[in-house]
């Protein structure tokens, strides 16, 4: 990890700027594996520092709120992607974005995009009581879309308590009916 007195290389604008107005929506989700080299090339060093907490100063205001949400949810997907360490900043993110909702950042925001990715770390999380809170949030502050993947998400939790598709790469056994529901198209996403 880097040195503590290590500023970051970039801030909070230019992760906005490569986020919401280089890359294609379309991208934000899909397994590509040129996009994710282009993410930790990019932003790999600057992912590090978030996780280890440098970054913490960012979260005073919502531009840099975002941005280190973006750091500590998106980015690690797309860096580690297959790996536990895609997950590794779930609960800092979920933190910041509960933080930001209460604060009044998610509604004083103008753009819905980036209200969705304010919003993304409780969608992410394996908490029943987070999940159903996220919900009316989603259905209030995005657009249908995914909002019905707030609800699709938030289901699988109720069913089984944690998303299962997850469940290799944390090392967790998956039940019979995990593997079951893994099979089915659509199961992980």
Same mark, same amino acid.
């Given at each position: 990890m880097a040195s503590p007195t290590m500023q970051p290389a970039e801030g909070p *604008?230019?992760?906005?700027?490569? /986020?919401?107005?280089?890359?294609?929506? !379309? !991208? /934000? =989700?899909?397994? +590509?594996? +040129? =996009?994710d080299a282009q993410v930790r090339q990019r932003f790999l !060093?600057?992912? #590090?520092?978030?996780?280890d907490g440098q970054l913490s100063t960012w979260a005073q205001d919502p531009s840099g709120g #975002?941005?280190?949400?973006?750091?500590?949810?998106?980015?690690p997907r797309q860096i580690w992607r297959g790996t536990a360490q895609a997950f590794a *900043?779930?609960?800092?993110?979920?933190?910041?974005?509960?933080?930001?909702?209460?604060r009044g950042w998610v509604q004083q925001e103008a753009d819905q995009a980036r209200?969705? =990715? /304010?919003?993304?770390?409780?969608?992410?999380s394996e908490d029943p009581?987070?999940?159903?809170?996220?919900?009316?949030?989603?259905? &209030? /502050?995005? +657009?249908? &879309?995914?909002?019905? =993947?707030?609800?699709?998400? &938030? +289901?699988?939790?109720r069913r089984f308590g944690r998303f299962p598709h997850r469940n290799a790469l944390l090392g967790r056994a998956s039940t019979?009916?995990?593997l079951a529901f893994l099979q089915e198209p659509g199961s992980s996403f």
């Open positions: *604008g230019s992760v906005h700027q490569f /986020w919401f107005e280089a890359t294609p929506p !379309q !991208q /934000w =989700f899909r397994k +590509d594996p +040129d =996009f !060093q600057l992912t #590090l520092q978030a996780l #975002l941005a280190l949400v973006l750091l500590l949810d998106q980015m *900043g779930d609960p800092a993110a979920l933190a910041l974005s509960q933080r930001a909702v209460e209200r969705q =990715f /304010w919003l993304m770390p409780l969608m992410h009581e987070v999940q159903r809170t996220a919900v009316p949030l989603f259905e &209030r /502050w995005c +657009d249908p &879309r995914t909002a019905a =993947f707030a609800r699709k998400h &938030r +289901d699988v939790i019979p009916e995990e």
